[in-house]
Every structure is written in structure tokens, then in C-alpha cells.
């Protein structure tokens, strides 16, 4: 899932960042509210991570008028306000859940996936392509009933493949949507990835879902291969 989020607090918005991208995330930061509701209103996140004590613009007003605008990624609100008139508000604005900082990491994970279950926009619960499932909800992928261990990012890049199953994705695509739009590393690192998940859902039972298509990037095959 592409995640955004939204903190002046540059430490945190750091540690989050590098947190939620081992735990398979893409994560974007952003570092003020006008900065925040600009990302978020120009590029396509699942869930957004947004607090409400923002230079600028505050959390409320940027929620208020993303949802005004008809977005309907998830938003966690973070505050270290704690209250109810406060967590009112949040709701009352438009968010779909609260956590008051100081908050555990492990709780913070935990809701987002709940989150992205819960508001799912337009994806099925379980994928299936022939004999090949993959479940998001519970990071489980299998080839024929046998199940298939990957690590979060392996998961991370197959599941966006899935979503784009049948189409040609390009590298760069990937890049944005499984680490970030401000990824500077070496882009083989794709590749590296491809060829992990390909031997562990193709070359182990003897089949080709997962394509290279010279020059454009990759294919995931719809009947599974």
C-alpha cells in the first residue's frame, strides 16, 4: 500500500518513513499542511498518516477539504492532544481513525493494515491468477496450495504487480509505488526483486507469470502462467 504521511515533526516523520517501508510500505513524507494537501491531492494514496498540530495549514483543514474533493484514501489522525473533543473533531472532519501520540509503533501498523482492509477501495479481499492466490489482508501467497514465503518487499512488489495484472509496468512505476516518488537508490534494485519473487511463485513449479518485457518493464500474467 502507498502510504503518505504528513508531519512537521522531521525525526518522527523520518523514523515512521524508514518503519512503515520495511514493513513493505511506499512512503511519502510531507512536512507541513499545504505541502501535505498538495501530495495528496496529486498523487493516489491508500492511506494517509496526518497530524493534526501542522504548520500552515492544521490536520482538520487538510482532511476537511481533501474529503471535500472527493478523496477517499484512509486517514490516520496523529495529535498529541489526547481527548475526546479532539478525537470528535478528527472524526467529525473526516478521518477514519485516531491515535494520540505518544503511541506504540506495533499499534500504529496494526491500524493501518486494519485501515486498509476496512477501506479497500476497489480491490478484492484475495486475488487469484490460475493456481496463484495472494491475500493482502493477510500477506499469504500461494502457487497450487503450497504456500510461498516472501519477504515484505517481494510481497509488496508482487502484490502491485497483481493490481496490474495483464499490464505492462515499468520499473519506475514500481519504484514509486512499492519504496517512494523521491527514490534515489540504484533502480536495478527492481530487478533484484523481480528476479526473487519469480523464483520462488514461477521457476519453483514450473511456470512463467511473471514477465519481462524487453525495454518496457513487467507483466504479471492474468491466468497465472
Given at each position: 500500500?502507498?502510504?503518505?504521511?504528513?508531519?512537521?515533526?522531521?525525526?518522527?516523520?523520518?523514523?515512521?518513513?524508514?518503519?512503515?517501508?520495511?514493513?513493505?510500505?511506499?512512503?511519502?513524507?510531507?512536512?507541513d499542511g499545504p505541502q501535505g494537501l498538495w501530495m495528496a491531492s496529486e498523487h493516489d494514496y491508500d492511506l494517509i498518516v496526518l497530524d493534526i498540530m501542522l504548520p500552515g495549514l492544521n490536520g482538520y483543514r487538510v482532511c476537511a477539504r481533501l474529503r471535500a474533493a472527493g478523496n477517499e484514501s484512509g486517514i490516520l489522525m496523529l495529535t498529541a492532544k489526547d481527548g475526546e473533543y479532539d478525537e470528535a473533531e478528527a472524526l467529525d472532519t473526516g478521518a477514519d481513525d485516531f491515535?494520540?501520540?505518544?503511541?506504540?509503533?506495533?499499534?500504529?501498523?496494526a491500524r493501518l493494515r486494519a485501515?486498509?482492509?476496512?477501506?479497500?477501495?476497489?480491490?478484492?479481499?484475495?486475488?487469484?491468477?490460475?493456481?496463484?492466490?495472494?491475500?493482502?489482508?493477510?500477506?499469504?501467497?500461494?502457487?497450487?496450495?503450497?504456500?510461498?514465503?516472501?519477504?515484505?518487499?517481494?510481497?509488496?512488489?508482487?502484490?502491485?504487480l497483481a493490481r496490474r495484472a495483464g499490464e505492462v509496468v515499468s520499473k519506475r512505476e514500481i519504484l514509486e509505488?512499492?519504496?517512494?516518488?523521491?527514490?534515489?537508490?540504484?533502480p536495478n534494485v527492481v530487478e533484484v526483486h523481480i528476479s526473487a519473487v519469480r523464483r520462488k511463485i514461477d521457476a519453483a513449479f514450473g511456470r512463467v507469470a511473471l514477465e519481462t518485457v524487453r525495454g518496457a518493464g513487467y507483466r504479471l500474467a492474468a491466468d497465472g502462467g
Open positions: 500500500m502507498r502510504v503518505l504521511v504528513v508531519e512537521d515533526e522531521r525525526r518522527l516523520a523520518l523514523a515512521l518513513q524508514r518503519g512503515l517501508q520495511a514493513e513493505g510500505f511506499s512512503v511519502d513524507v510531507a512536512h491515535l494520540s501520540k505518544p503511541f506504540s509503533y506495533l499499534v500504529l501498523v485501515l486498509g482492509r476496512r477501506t479497500g477501495r476497489r480491490r478484492p479481499e484475495v486475488m487469484t491468477f490460475g493456481d496463484l492466490v495472494l491475500d493482502p489482508a493477510r500477506h499469504a501467497c500461494s502457487r497450487a496450495g503450497t504456500e510461498i514465503r516472501l519477504t515484505a518487499r517481494e510481497f509488496a512488489v508482487l502484490e502491485y509505488q512499492v519504496w517512494d516518488s523521491a527514490f534515489d537508490g540504484d
